[in-house]
Structures are given as structure tokens and as C-alpha cells.
């Protein structure tokens, strides 16, 4: 792919989802999917078992970051972990968690190292990660603790994109109770600053457009079905307004989301998770990535989990995946070498 000089990581997910059969695929669709060079960071001989087991004639080779361009042609470049892994395709365990974690771990110290322009992650289940201790919500947030590494603080933002559609939730990965008291202006204007530099700055659109969703119904019916649309996000549109963004809102959330909507906005923020991942996962859940913003370095992933309920039947789509891998390139080759 034109303008990348550095070859792309990725991480290994949890090893017993569809994260290992997708990089094989991916990698035997690299002509045809026109992938730049990638590199895995995963034990190689987990990967070899997962590749018999579906019959694919997939050549791995164990590499460092620098022979990662030119081993991609003819085979699969893995950079070994320390971890090995003995995962069953389907059957989650804790066991595995300290090899998916130094994945992530060594694959963000080569970015910031300048070995790789960007990193996609694979699907992590966070549940199964809770379980052997880990204490992060989730990769988002767990890449801005190792961003802040650095001596900076780091807001993570997740932008769900495809070319339909964008979108952001501003609150995350909170139970929806508790939505409503983590709502604040100061947030939604810190998330909708971010969005619209990103959209400038990486994705190249002049003047972003932002749509914010209202939280409740009929965007509260002027007070009548909820307060934090009027309180909360309406001064947030104005401020960020005032900053020169071009934000609409609080608008309904059930009617902006159709074809005709979804013109009039680069980027839909959102108040809560599904508010903004449904219908996004429903217009285009194998082409749609999830891009982290307001990091230092740029990271992907496919939009879909680790889906235990199919994997090692070699039926998983590598669609998202591979739109990662794309995306990741695309913003990659803006980003500067350390
Ligand atoms: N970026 C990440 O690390 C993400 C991780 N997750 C994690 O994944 C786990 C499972 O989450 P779910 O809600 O079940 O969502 P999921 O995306 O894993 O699966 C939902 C449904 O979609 C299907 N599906 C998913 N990807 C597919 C593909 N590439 N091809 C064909 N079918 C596919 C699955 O078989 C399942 O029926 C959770 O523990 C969650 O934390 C979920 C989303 C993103
Ligand atoms: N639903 C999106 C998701 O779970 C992705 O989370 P993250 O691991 O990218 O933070």
C-alpha cells in the first residue's frame, strides 16, 4: 500500500476467539484485500495448530519488527511472545490473559519505539480478562494508560467508522444506569474537540460536521421526558460551538441514523454505548472499524468480539479485520517516525 514505509502490528486478541483464524485469513487475502505488510505479535506455534486445524497452507515465520516487510510476501510474520498459549478455539480462559496483555503491551512499546506506524488489535473478551485481574474496561482505555507512560495525560475516545457512517460514544463501557451521572458537559465537549481535530488532522475532512444524539426520547420533549438533554448537552453544542465546531443537536436518536440523516454529519456522537454502536453494527458490521482517538499513536480493530460461539469453524468474516488493517495503514502513513 502506497505511503507506508513501516509495517503494521497486530495483536494476538484472546487466542481462543476468531482473532487467530482472522489473521490467517487476512493474511491469505493480502493481495486481493491489497493489505500493506503486517506482522503479528502472538505465539507462533498457537497460530500453526489454529491454521492445521482448518486445513490452511499458511507459512509462519518467526521475525523482529525490521525483517517484517520483507518477510510478508511468502509467509505469516509472527514476533514471538514469552507467553506460550495452549488455547482451545471457543473456550475461553483466564489462563491465557497474561499472553493477550503482553501483546498489547509490547505491540504499543514498538509503535512508540517507531518499529510500526499503527497497531490493530485483535478482540479481547474483557470478562475473561476481569477474571485473571485485569483493570481496565477495555483495550481503549488500557491504551491510554500505557500512552500516559509518557508523562501526558490521555482521554481515549472510541470512533466506530465506516465509509456510511461514524460514530462515537461518549460514555462507554458503564452500566446504562449509571449513563445518565456520568453524562457531563465537560465531557461531551472534551469527546466532541477530539473528534472534530481527529477528523481534521487524520482523516483529512476540513470541517467536520458533529451530530449529538440527545439521551432520551424525542430528545426529552423540551423537558418532559428527561432533563440532560437541555441541561447537559444542549450547553455542550453551544460550546462547542463557540470553539467554531460544526455541531448539531440534541437530536432524536431514532430518526438520525437513516440514509438520508446520515448526510448531514462526518461524525454522530452519541450519549451511551448502543446508542451509538447499533447502528452503525447494523449497517455495516463487516466493514466497520473501531479507531481509538485522542492517543499518540494510531490503533484499530475490527468492530466485532471475540464470538466464542464460532470460532475454529473457519467461518468467521474477515471483512472488519481487514477494513482495520486498511485504516490502519491509511492513518498510519500521516503519522511521524519518534
Ligand atoms: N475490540 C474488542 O476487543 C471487542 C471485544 N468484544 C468482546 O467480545 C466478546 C463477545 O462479544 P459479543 O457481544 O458476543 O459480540 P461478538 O461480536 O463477538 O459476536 C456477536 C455475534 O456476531 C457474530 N460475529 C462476530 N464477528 C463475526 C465475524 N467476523 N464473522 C461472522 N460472525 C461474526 C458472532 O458469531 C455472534 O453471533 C465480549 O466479551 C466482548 O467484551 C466485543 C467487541 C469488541
Ligand atoms: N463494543 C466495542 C468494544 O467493546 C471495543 O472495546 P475496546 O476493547 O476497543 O475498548
Given amino acids: 500500500m ?24 487476512a493474511w491469505l487475502h493480502r493481495d486481493q484485500g491489497a493489505l500493506p505488510p503486517f506482522a503479528v505479535l502472538a505465539d507462533p506455534a498457537h497460530l500453526e495448530r489454529v491454521a492445521n486445524a482448518q486445513g490452511w497452507t499458511v507459512p509462519i515465520v518467526s521475525v523482529d519488527a525490521a525483517q517484517v516487510s520483507s518477510a ?39 509503535v512508540r519505539s517507531g518499529a510500526a506506524p499503527a497497531l490493530v488489535t485483535n478482540p479481547i473478551a474483557k470478562h475473561v480478562l476481569y477474571n485473571a485481574g485485569f483493570q481496565h474496561p477495555g483495550h481503549t482505555e488500557f491504551l491510554a494508560t500505557l500512552a500516559a507512560q509518557d508523562g501526558n495525560a490521555y482521554h481515549p475516545v472510541m470512533m466506530l467508522w465506516s465509509e456510511e457512517l461514524a460514530v462515537v460514544p461518549v460514555t462507554v463501557h458503564i452500566p ?22 481527529e477528523l481534521k488532522e487524520r482523516f483529512g475532512i476540513a470541517n467536520p460536521r458533529l451530530a ?16 440532560e438533554d437541555q441541561a447537559i448537552i444542549a450547553p455542550a453544542i453551544a460550546t462547542l460551538r463557540a470553539d467554531g465546531i460544526t455541531a448539531s443537536g440534541p437530536l432524536p436518536a431514532d430518526t438520525m441514523f437513516h440514509a438520508r440523516a446520515r448526510k448531514g ?46 470460532a475454529g469453524q473457519g467461518i468467521a468474516r474477515p471483512g472488519s479485520l481487514m477494513a482495520a488493517i486498511k485504516l490502519a495503514a491509511r492513518l498510519g502513513a500521516g503519522a511521524k517516525k519518534p
Fill in 72 to 110: 510478508f510476501p511468502q509467509a505469516l510474520p509472527v514476533i514471538p511472545l514469552n507467553a506460550k498459549v495452549f488455547a482451545e478455539s471457543g473456550k475461553p480462559d483466564p489462563a491465557w490473559a497474561p499472553s493477550v496483555i503482553e501483546s498489547i503491551e509490547t505491540a504499543v512499546r514498538l
Fill in 176 to 197: 446504562l444506569s449509571t449513563v445518565s451521572s456520568a453524562l457531563t458537559t465537560e465531557l461531551i465537549v472534551l469527546t466532541g474537540r477530539i473528534v472534530a481535530r
Fill in 2 to 25: 502506497a505511503g507506508l514505509e513501516r509495517p503494521l502490528l497486530l495483536t494476538q486478541g484472546d487466542p481462543a476467539g476468531i482473532g487467530p483464524e482472522l489473521t490467517l485469513r
Fill in 212 to 227: 449529538l444524539t440527545g439521551l432520551n426520547p424525542h430528545a426529552g420533549e423540551n423537558g418532559a421526558m428527561g432533563t
Fill in 265 to 310: 454529519y462526518d461524525a454522530a456522537l452519541a450519549m451511551y454505548h448502543d446508542q451509538a454502536l447499533i447502528p452503525i453494527k447494523t449497517i455495516a458490521f463487516d466493514e466497520a472499524v473501531n479507531v481509538t482517538l485522542g492517543l499518540p499513536f494510531v490503533r484499530t480493530s475490527p468492530d466485532h468480539g471475540t464470538a466464542f460461539d464460532i
